[in-house]
T-cell receptor, first 113, second 113 residues
Framework: DQQVKQNSPSLSVQEGRISILNCDYT??????FLWYKKYPAEGPTFLIS?????DKNEDGRFTVFLNKSAKHLSLHIVPSQPGDSAVYFCAASLGGSNYKLTFGKGTLLTVNP | NAGVTQTPKFRVLKTGQSMTLLCAQD?????MYWYRQDPGMGLRLIHY???????AKGEVPDGYNVSRLKKQNFLLGLESAAPSQTSVYFC????????????FGQGTRLTVV
């Protein structure tokens, strides 16, 4: 039972355009959502997060949108740069001190020059 | 500031052999985790610890044991390696639980033949 789903294994965009990565979840108790970025042969690194009490969080070129009624979140990257090419993981947590992060399978983003 | 360091980076084991993966963090984090990543899969939690001297099972704990004798170290043991344990293993740490940013090590690529 996959509680966090990233239905697009890969996405290709042109440099300068917008990249939109999508994530769906099934557990309505999830309280906190995070995006991690992973380059080959490296560990994941935290990118941006959002609490369930918000519907948008922005950090520079990265914006995460949360639609709780649809159990859907998306990561927007504007403008996309070749250095953004990586695997992006969506993760969800029950919040607070709960230990568990539930990860999606990841989406490989390729930004073409 | 080293962050999270994993040792070794690569290892090849024969079926039935044992080994220990070492994770060290220098951020004074309470929570530590061991994940595995397999092709087409997200990150799956093996075991975790919420503080020195504590350990608990994650999603896929079978065939693994862990110990956290010191706050900064989290060891993952394979008692009798199997080909199904061929994977990339990531250690992570966080100040609190899932609602806070987790810092990952660079990964250990393990092949069991």
């Amino acid at each position: 039972d996959q509680q966090v789903k990233q239905n697009s294994p890969s996405l290709s965009v042109q440099e300068g355009r917008i990249s939109i990565l999508n994530c769906d979840y099934t557990n309505s108790m999830f309280d906190y959502f995070l995006w991690y970025k992973k380059y080959p042969a490296e560990g994941p690194t935290f990118l941006i997060s959002i609490s369930s009490i918000k519907d948008k969080n922005e950090d520079g070129r990265f914006t995460v949108f949360l639609n709780k009624s649809a159990k859907h979140l998306s990561l927007h990257i504007v403008p996309s740069q070749p250095g953004d090419s990586a695997v992006y993981f969506c993760a969800a947590s029950l919040g607070g001190s709960n230990y568990k992060l539930t990860f999606g399978k990841g989406t490989l983003l390729t930004v073409n020059p | 500031n080293a962050g999270v360091t994993q040792t070794p980076k690569f290892r090849v084991l024969k079926t039935g052999q044992s080994m220990t993966l070492l994770c060290a963090q220098d951020m004074n984090h309470e929570y530590m985790y061991w994940y595995r990543q397999d092709p087409g899969m997200g990150l799956r939690l093996i075991h975790y610890s919420v503080g020195e001297g504590t350990t608990a099972k994650g999603e896929v704990p079978d065939g693994y044991n862990v110990s956290r004798l010191k706050k900064q170290n989290f060891l993952l043991g394979l008692e009798s390696a199997a080909p199904s344990q061929t994977s990339v293993y990531f250690c992570a740490s966080s100040y609190r639980g899932g609602a806070t940013e987790a810092f990952f090590g660079q990964g250990t690529r393990l092949t069991v033949v």
